[in-house]
């Protein structure tokens, strides 16, 4: 009776023969084929190196095993990859998406779109859609509210043990570290937006940051840490939080100028966003204030927002980097079997009018 790694090999064999597995497609994990085949991990290796050694498969630590390519490396990937980002056309959006689809294109794959609206069961419903698509090769995905546990881990788990690549975009969970990210340095933003300010001379610096992502949670991590290390007072009366859900509420002139009355004393704002900043810099004119004169008004993005503004903004920006772009990149680079780490893009700042 033959071995039983080579029983294990001549089964994977015959369905590769019978066009069971994409050449874009890992084949199944070292774990699922044990299970499969009640053997160990050991007979598990052994049978894929007899493939590996035949020219069937490449194998990769960390990448798993995938069928040989027999075309030109440099050849368009003709990938089928998904995108799942918090929303498609609001504020900065159109622009990350912009970026990713031009590195997609020239590798004839055009991406499949969903938008989360940030809610984690929009998620669940996109993440099973996945799930159930055959071809997929690979998923950008900017988590929804990634400054909170998510309930949704077991389906990004699923979509692992069936070889989806997986790259995240501006935040990232915990449990799935091993997944590679591409990040703003958003506490060294918040860190940079406050040594701004305390060099044109402010010192009660007041900050709007938003709580349930983790972009907020960092630009504030960085914010305080300056405060702190500049020796500047830091308040809780002079920190104001919002969440996805409250995110319309800035929309009202008496909201926002419920939370002006609350930094009382201090002559300067840190806002989570452009789309924030705007409405500060709005409201703060009709009260009849100066900007910068008697408030000066800092941002993260460098959107249009800053420009469209009564007062331009002062905002950081990442420069001529794309995040989706940078995003893309990387996801190719996984599908064609590279090792990859994840990418933290520093934050410029773009000083205007506001301070």
Partial sequence: ??????????????????????????????????????????????????????????????????????????????????????????????????????????????????????????????????????????????????????????????????????????????????????????????RLLVEHLHSRGHQNIAGIFKSDDMQGTQRYAGYARALRELGLPLEDSQIFWYNTQSRTAFLSESFVDQVLDSFQGCSAIVCYNDEIAIRVVSQLKKRGAAVPGDVAVVSFDDSQYSELAPVRITSLSHGEQNLGELAAKLMLRLLQGEECQSKVVPWQLVQKESS
């Fill in 1 to 190: 009776m033959a071995p039983k790694y080579q029983s294990v090999a001549s089964s994977l064999r015959q369905e590769i023969e019978n066009g069971q597995y994409s050449s874009r497609q890992l084949l199944p994990t070292e774990q699922l084929l044990c299970q499969r085949f009640q053997i160990s991990r050991q007979t598990v290796r052994r049978a894929l190196a007899v493939l590996e050694n035949e020219g069937l498969i490449t194998r990769r630590q960390g990448s798993g095993s995938r069928l040989r390519e027999h075309k030109d490396p440099a050849a368009p990937l003709h990938c089928t990859i998904a995108v799942v980002t918090t929303y498609i056309s609001d504020y900065i959006f159109p622009r990350l998406l912009q970026g990713m689809e031009g590195v997609l294109a020239a590798n004839s794959s055009a991406p499949l779109l969903f938008a989360t609206q940030n809610q984690i069961a929009i998620e669940r419903k996109n993440l099973q859609a996945l799930l159930t698509m055959r071809d997929l090769d690979g998923v950008l995905v900017e988590g929804s509210k990634t400054a909170l546990p998510n309930p949704n881990l077991d389906l990004y788990q699923r979509l692992m043990e069936r070889g989806v690549r997986l790259v995240f975009l501006n935040g990232t969970y915990p449990e799935l570290f091993q997944i590679p990210s591409v990040l703003a340095d958003d506490s060294g933003g918040g």
